[in-house]
Each structure stands twice: as C-alpha cells, then as structure tokens.
T-cell receptor
Framework: QQPVQSPQAVILREGEDAVINCSSSKALYSVHWYRQKHGEAPVFLMILLKGGEQKGHEKISASFNEKKQQSSLYLTASQLSYSGTYFCGTEIKGNTPLVFGKGTRLSVIA | GAVVSQHPSRVICKSGTSVKIECRSLDFQATTMFWYRQFPKQSLMLMATSNEGSKATYEQGVEKDKFLINHASLTLSTLTVTSAHPEDSSFYIC??????????????FGPGTRLTVL
C-alpha cells in the first residue's frame, strides 16, 4: 500500500523551514527517506524503525510517531542544495520491498 | 564509497528490439540488487529483486519473460528489456545493497537509464 506524502510540492526561500509528511493507513515497520535531484540517483537520508523515534542532525531530521503510521522530515534553515524531490519508502513488515510515496518536490530559491 | 553506476544512461531503440542495461557496484560487493521503474514525476516502482547467483524475484504484474534480470556477480546485474515497445519507455533505476536485509541495509541507487522505444 503506497504511503501518502504531503505536500506534493513546496517552494521555499533560503533560510526557511519545511516539513514533509509521509502517512500510512496501517502501522509501518520502517520508514526510509531519500532525496532525488533532477536527473540523478536518489540518495539515502535516513531510516526510522521505532515509534517515537527522532533522528538526524540540526538541519535535516525526521520523526516517526508513536503509532508508526506517520513520519515527518524536517528541513531547517533550507539551503539551495536542499532542492529536489523527497521520497519516503515504507515497509509494512520487516525485510519486505520498500513501497515509495509519490514524492514531494522541494524548490529552494534565493 | 558506495557508488553504483548504470550503463547506458540513455538509449533509444526501435520497437521489437531488445535492450540491455547494466548496473554495477563500483566500490562494494552487492549481495542484493533492485530494479525500479520511474515514470515522469512519479514514484519509484519496484520491478524485481535479484540476489547474486540466484533467480530474480519479480513483483506482481511484472513480466519475467519480458524483463530478464541476471545477477551473475557481486558487482554486476543486468536488465534486458526484450522485444521492447513504446509503452516500455521509461526511466529505469537500479539500486544495490551490501547485505540481504531490506530494513537495515542501505540501498545505493544508480543514476538511472532513460529508455525510449520508437
């Protein structure tokens, strides 16, 4: 079952913050976040496994809610290099194929 | 480290011909490789999973006779689109991981191959 990402697209000015959500109607086993720049390969950002988990660093971090049905990616003080499409990939059970959301296109402008 | 390459990056072929796409892990051994298809502004759709030395596992709806996958070594997997038709035109991306766990092993993606079938 494909997770739902929101928003579909967002435009930010440098220095602004953004939140990208990834939601599922069922509890998830794990959430993987990737960023893909136009014409390039998706790049792994982080994985979350535990309900209530938060990880990442100051600028890019993510959380996984207690029910394990929603993950949010936080982009703080955005930079031009943050532009790209962000995908979440989810597992319903361990060691099963990742199902990716449709992506959130983030554009950071000067 | 963890670089994955794909070749070719772009290919245009005539309808009815076959096209082979290579996926290589350049600086690590990939026990598992994945093949995805991505339509414009759409998500990554998993086509198949291949483990070195064994037959690929195809996702539901993917024709195994049309999309032949070979994972002959720990650094190379190939996808052959046989008797290609215009509807097969797409962006094909491979990924590779060191181990076999989809949960904890990071997938490293290749840069993709743009296939256009005329």
């Amino acid at each position: 079952q494909q997770p739902v990402q929101s928003p579909q697209a967002v435009i930010l000015r440098e220095g602004e913050d953004a939140v990208i959500n990834c939601s599922s109607s069922k509890a998830l086993y794990s959430v993987h976040w990737y960023r893909q720049k136009h014409g390039e390969a998706p790049v792994f950002l982080m994985i979350l496994l535990k309900g209530g988990e938060q990880k990442g660093h100051e600028k890019i971090s993510a959380s996984f809610n207690e029910k394990k049905q929603q993950s949010s990616l936080y982009l703080t003080a955005s930079q031009l290099s943050y532009s790209g499409t962000y995908f979440c990939g989810t597992e319903i059970k361990g060691n099963t194929p990742l199902v990716f959301g449709k992506g959130t296109r983030l554009s950071v402008i000067a | 480290g963890a670089v994955v390459s794909q070749h070719p990056s772009r290919v245009i072929c005539k309808s009815g011909t076959s096209v082979k796409i290579e996926c290589r892990s350049l600086d690590f051994q990939a026990t598992t490789m994945f093949w995805y298809r991505q339509f414009p502004k759409q998500s990554l759709m998993l086509m198949a999973t291949s483990n070195e030395g064994s037959k690929a596992t195809y996702e539901q709806g993917v024709e195994k006779d049309k999309f032949l996958i070979n994972h002959a070594s720990l650094t190379l997997s190939t996808l052959t689109v046989t008797s290609a038709h215009p509807e097969d035109s797409s962006f094909y991306i491979c990924s590779a991981q060191r181990g076999t766990s989809r949960t904890t092993d990071t997938q490293y993606f290749g840069p993709g191959t743009r296939l256009t079938v005329l």
